[in-house]
């Protein structure tokens, strides 16, 4: 009786602190276009049919529960965007899952890694001023300490502050952007002129200048990543668009083995952004072939080409040596975005999917590719064997059409004498019997 008493109260406590997960998140409908506007609201877009969908639910539960435990203003919900489309077009969504802060009239699209930690401080960033004040010394270490890299903007109202405050309204989605008067900057720091605005990173601070390094934006979207990173493949995804937007310099990056892990290699170019990949199963998918590992492979995102070395580098000469090759243009070049490319990347993906399918479940991949391999099959030995039929009847035309008429006549005669030859000939002689009696009549 107590084991049943147990099993009652823990099914209470579970389905009680189950709706109560359920209730940090919000089912939307066709009515959240017009309540949402008062809101700050974090949504999810997903379809019942996507496997990544489901596969984020559980995690979009874990963000609802820490923004509401936390004391975010943000409000976590998700739409199925197939029983409503429109709404979900309306928000320009193409893919599943979609996850967008909306914040008043802007929407703001998030393309990084679908963990809880990222999802929520991406969260509290976006929903936050798009430019903080960082008022005292104190403030300013604490966040030194806290940010890898950080935009600071120095000085009083002008021109630049209005191109900061619009670029930080724009990129938002990938970084913080503050301000601060120039107490509270580092006394060892001194500013050529004022106002001015800051990146702090890898340990030293740069000044943005726009004669040198073209437009705000641009330099920001360059200079917010560290000098030498960790990449995944959602880093690899925000350098490529970075190599797209900065169009005053050749955007390469290097994938450098643990062997250069530690080296410093920020003197060689400012052109050039350094990372490490563990192992190189993304980086084979990449270039659609094979790197060894340990290896260097310099990839340009703007035109899809990447270099590899003639030979193992293992030295600093080596591996200077290769960038150099690469920036005169003596380095050998592969892949790239033209048409030839294009078509291998399709087969690629293709056989690719399908290695996938059959090393996962054979049998599956056995059902899907073989029914349409053997229902083709049928198809075309029926077409053959039609086509043999009709051809057939071809020759035979083609003999008659080659006689002269004569000949025609006698063919026509000895195929009319075939046919009377048979079981009924006994019948056809009596029937010619009997058509020439009637001749014989009017002789006599």
């Known amino acids: 009786m107590a084991e049943v008493k147990a099993s009652l109260i823990s099914g209470v406590v579970l389905a009680f602190l189950s709706s109560a997960v359920l209730a940090f998140v919000e089912d939307l409908d066709d009515t959240f276009k017009d309540t949402r506007v008062n809101d700050i609201w974090l949504v999810d877009f997903y379809t019942p049919w996507c496997g990544y969908c489901k596969k984020l639910e559980p995690v979009w539960y874990e963000v609802g529960v820490e923004l509401r435990s936390s004391g975010s203003p943000v409000r976590v919900g998700k739409m199925d965007a197939t ?10 969504v193409r893919g599943y899952p979609t996850i967008k802060l909306l914040k008043g009239d802007l929407a703001y699209n998030y393309k990084g890694p679908r963990t809880k930690d990222d999802i929520v401080e991406f969260a509290n960033r976006v929903a936050g001023p798009a430019v903080r004040a960082l008022p005292s010394k104190q403030m300013f270490e ?26 930080a309204s724009e990129l938002i989605v990938y970084t913080y952007f503050f301000s601060a008067s120039e107490e509270v900057l580092p006394e060892s720091m001194s500013l050529p002129e004022l106002p001015a605005v800051i990146v702090f990173k ?5 000044t943005y200048d726009e004669y040198e390094d073209g437009s705000l934006s641009s330099w920001v979207n360059k200079e917010r990543f560290q000098g030498y990173l960790q990449i995944d493949g959602f880093t690899l995804y925000e350098l490529g668009e970075t190599g797209g937007v900065c169009i005053h310099f050749a955007s390469f990056l290097i994938f450098l083995d643990a062997l250069f892990h530690a080296t410093d290699l920020s003197f060689i170019s400012s052109d050039f952004q350094f990372g490490h990949m563990d192992g190189n199963d993304y980086i084979n998918s990449l270039i659609m072939g094979e790197v060894t590992v ?5 990839l340009n995102t703007s035109n899809e080409q990447y270099f590899l070395p003639g030979e193992p580098i293992e030295t600093m000469e080596q591996l200077v040596q290769f960038i150099s090759s690469v920036l005169n243009g003596s380095a050998q070049a592969y892949g790239g975005d033209g ?13 690719s999917t399908i290695m996938s399918v059959f090393r996962s479940s054979p049998l599956l991949g056995c059902f899907l590719f073989g029914l349409p391999l053997g229902v083709i099959s049928l198809m075309c030995y029926g077409i053959c064997t039609a086509e043999s039929d009709d051809g057939s009847d071809d020759i035979d ?11 025609e006549e006698e063919e026509e005669e000895r195929q009319r004498a075939a046919e009377l030859e048979g079981p009924d000939d006994g019948e056809n002689e009596e029937e010619d019997v009997g058509e020439k009696d009637p001749e014989v009549k009017k002789t006599d």
């Open 142 to 167: 604490h966040m030194m300490k806290r940010h890898d890299v950080l935009f600071v903007y120095v000085g009083g109202e002008s021109t630049l502050k209005e191109k900061y405050n619009d670029v």
């Open 397 to 407: 035309a083609l003999k008659r059409e080659g006689l002269t008429d004569e000949e």
């Open 294 to 298: 340990p290896s260097v492979i310099i």
């Open 339 to 351: 048409i030839i490319q294009r078509i291998k990347r399709v087969a690629f993906d293709a056989r």
């Open 83 to 92: 029983a409503y489309s429109g709404m979900a077009s309306e928000f320009g």
């Open 202 to 206: 890898d340990g030293a601070y740069f």
